[in-house]
């Protein structure tokens, strides 16, 4: 089926109401029947059940330790399998396959976020569904333990490289398996999406798994894990609590973005309070101090805060001066979770990896303790390896985007991540542009809309329509099956329910320019330099 096929079929309604009038009672039975013939080496199948559309879909497996138990309706017909797969004698994982009637011939696996589920979820449900609609035979799993804390990584490595790698692509094994036993014609290709600890997912996929999928579809990616969670664990000790000289507070951040954009807004050609190439904003934050004229309630820094915000914007170096993890990327200040207090994830991966102790203090982390983490790099887990031809050799594609209002994983370590590949590799980026493309996403935070044109398909929450243009998933099915890469993704800035306006979003390493003429909103007044 050709690409265009897929998508004047993809009127999802015209698929789906076909299917509950001639399919269902077949698929329905199917779908029944399916447990007694499930073959799968170490695992345990607690359910297989038929989800009708219109009926409601309950995450059960994950109301015990996650927060988001609630249900939500299904807008399509599917046979649902929840089981365990057991990956050592102290480990296992909780996984879903999601197998829709109106099946496409397509396998896709959804990734995880944080430490653990995505905000707090073990499975990322709304992933699941937004790629199950489509027709994809849709995985995902709990990522080895449930909930978003690394407190079961305690003295249990196991748990440990589930997390790291050995969850998902064990559930890919599986959930290609399933999908075998399940569809006759088997699948024709897979598929991967995910975003944040699920962008670390997909790219250690592609370094330790190279056949596993055939396109890719990795978002703002914890790359480099160590050193992200030593840069994450090094504003605590440098803010300080609310009561130090150090600190910042929320009314001062605010001033310092508007000081960001007073700078750095014009750069790209238009006032429009969004930062196209955060690269070209190089904030000087010295016009803040406070000086003796300044008005009694002006907001100002102290020499002290001044010494925290450039450290804030400066990359983090070794104790022997190398470099671990560039800066903040500015336009974030309003969004970032550093700045009031220890970093969640940094305590616990120190508490219950790095040192095997729960008392372990946040307040006392230095660049020592860096060097003591970078030395474990457990299972290998920084994700750092740059060589990547395998997976060129095996003809997978990855499409790489970052948010460049990301204020928990900075956008910069997405493109110091693009040049360790260029470099490690000796190949030139338009040769990269065969398999590997980058799209820096102006105007987006972590994983979600920001400011700017940043619905751009990669889940149901920044979905606007099937154009592969718009449609970051969609753009990888046609660029693996019709060999038409993306050049641009164009986003779309929603004001309530209705665009505003759209804007693509150039291919790393060009840059978006206002040229004119007309407004800003307008797309053809930007141009790829
Ligand atoms: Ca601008």
């Not at 080895?144 to 804390?149: E, I, K, P, Q, R």
């Not at 790291?164 to 006759?184: D, M, S, W």
């Not at 309630?297 to 020499?303: E, F, K």
């Not at 309003?334 to 969640?344: A, R």
């Amino acid at each position: 089926m050709r690409f265009s096929d897929f998508l004047a079929g993809a009127g999802l309604a015209t698929i789906v109401s076909a299917a509950v009038t001639a399919k269902q009672p077949s698929f329905e039975s199917k779908c029944n029947a399916f447990k007694s013939k499930i073959k799968v080496a170490n695992s345990h199948v607690h359910d297989v059940t038929y989800v009708p559309i219109g009926s409601n879909i309950t995450k059960e497996y994950d109301a015990s330790t996650c927060s988001d138990g609630d249900s939500s309706p299904a807008t399509f017909d599917f046979c649902r399998v929840t089981l365990n797969v057991t990956t050592s004698a102290k480990s296992h994982f909780f996984m879903e396959a999601w197998l829709p009637s109106n099946y496409s011939g397509r396998f896709l696996s959804t990734g995880n976020g944080g430490l653990g589920g995505f905000e707090t979820t073990g499975v990322k449900y709304d992933d699941m569904a937004y790629a199950a609609q489509y027709g994809f035979a849709t995985v995902g799993t709990n990522n080895g333990h449930s909930g978003d804390t690394g407190k079961y990584f305690y003295q249990n490595t196991e748990v440990l490289e589930d997390f790291a790698y050995r969850a998902l692509h064990t559930g890919v094994v599986v959930g290609k398996e399933l999908t075998k036993q399940f569809y006759t014609e088997g699948f024709k290709k897979s598929y991967y999406l995910g975003c944040s600890t699920g962008g670390r997912q997909g790219w250690k996929s592609i370094e330790k798994f190279p056949d596993d999928f055939d396109g890719v579809v990795a978002g703002s990616p914890a790359l480099n894990f160590i050193n992200l969670i030593n840069w994450g664990a090094r504003f605590y000790p440098v803010i300080g609590n609310s009561s130090a000289d150090t600190f910042i507070t929320t009314a001062q951040w605010t001033a310092i973005h508007s000081e960001i954009l007073r700078q750095c807004d014009s750069l790209d050609g238009a006032v429009d309070g969004i930062i196209e190439d955060t690269d070209l904003c190089q904030p000087i934050f010295e016009t803040l101090v406070c000086n003796s004229t300044a008005a009694a309630d002006s907001i100002c820094l102290t020499a002290a805060q001044i010494k925290t915000v450039n450290t804030v914007f400066s990359p983090l170096y070794g104790h022997n001066g190398s470099f671990l993890f560039p800066r903040m990327q500015p336009g974030s200040e309003l969004t970032s979770v550093y700045y009031n207090g220890p970093f969640q994830y940094a305590e616990d991966w120190y508490r219950y990896v790095v040192y095997n102790n729960p008392e372990w203090n946040p307040a006392t982390w230095t660049i020592e303790d860096a060097t003591v983490a970078n030395a474990q790099d457990p299972y290998q887990i920084s994700t750092f390896q740059g060589d990547i031809s395998p997976f060129k050799k095996s003809r997978g594609k990855v499409l790489h985007y970052h948010g460049l209002e990301d204020g928990i994983i900075t956008s910069d370590t997405s493109k110091v991540w693009y040049h360790h590949v260029v470099d490690t590799m000796g190949i030139s980026p338009s040769d990269l542009d065969d398999f590997y493309r980058f799209f820096p996403i102006s105007g987006m935070g972590h994983c979600t809309p920001g400011t700017g044109a940043a619905y751009i398909g990669q889940g149901p929450s920044t979905f606007v329509d099937n154009n592969p243009e718009d449609n970051v998933l969609l753009a990888m099915v046609r660029w693996v099956e019709e060999g038409i890469a993306p050049e641009f993704v164009r986003g779309a800035k929603l004001n309530g329910t209705t665009v505003e306006y759209r804007r693509k979003h150039c291919k790393y390493p060009k840059r978006n320019k206002y040229v004119g003429p007309g407004s800003y909103k307008d797309e053809s007044a930007w141009e790829c330099v």
